[in-house]
């Protein structure tokens, strides 16, 4: 069985890249799980995240799917020729050091188009230590959009998409339902909050 992505989710209409991370996916033992949803703006939260090999299985996946997506990364990886492929394929960098406002651009970005997909890790870091940072659900509250809870599961090479969650505006509540939704599944390594 093909996993596809709704037609209605911009295309990057790189048969190359769709070959090759199909290819990669097949060689690798990774598959897909669950349904992307066919909603216009949808915030994408991956979890766990613990290793620089997320971005490969990203990418992936991503190849794969041959979707156009919005990322946030950190602000130094977007240098040179490596800062040009990551923008190329939809990122966007974050200094995480200033408070320049970065949700609430964000949440402007949403309200200023008819259909946006954004990525990223709630976590906002790999190290072990760490746990979920709230942006994520004010970006998402802020711009009335769900959050649709994906996941990189290591143990069964399932690049995973779970259900839509739509935040409520109480922070505590919602943050502790990501969590323990994510608790059980394993990145490349265990986090300490998932003990």
Do not use: C
Not at 47 to 54: G, R
Not at 93 to 101: F, I, L, S, V, Y
Not at 154 to 172: M, T
């Amino acid at each position: 069985m093909t996993f596809e992505a709704p037609l209605s989710y911009a295309r990057r209409h790189g048969v190359i890249t769709k070959l090759i991370g199909s290819l990669v996916m097949r060689l690798s033992g990774w598959r897909f799980e669950g349904e992307l949803p066919d909603v216009p703006k949808v915030l994408i939260s991956v979890a766990p995240h613990t290793s620089n090999w997320d971005f490969v299985v990203g990418v992936m996946g991503l190849w794969s799917l041959d979707i156009k997506l919005s990322f946030i990364g950190k602000h130094t990886l977007f240098r040179g020729w490596f800062g040009t492929w990551l923008r190329s394929l939809g990122g966007i960098p974050a200094d995480r050091r200033a408070k320049n406002g970065l949700v609430g651009d964000v949440v402007t970005a949403f309200n200023a188009r008819d259909r946006m997909v954004l990525a990223l890790s709630p976590e906002g870091t790999r190290m072990l230590d760490k746990g979920f940072k709230s942006g994520f659900l004010h970006i998402a509250y802020g711009a009335k959009a769900p959050i649709l809870l994906a996941y990189f599961d290591f143990k069964n090479r399932v690049i995973g998409f779970g259900p839509l969650f739509y935040p409520s505006g109480n922070i505590e509540a919602d943050l502790k339902h990501v969590i323990d939704f994510y608790r059980p599944i394993r990145g490349k390594y265990l986090k300490t909050w998932q003990t």
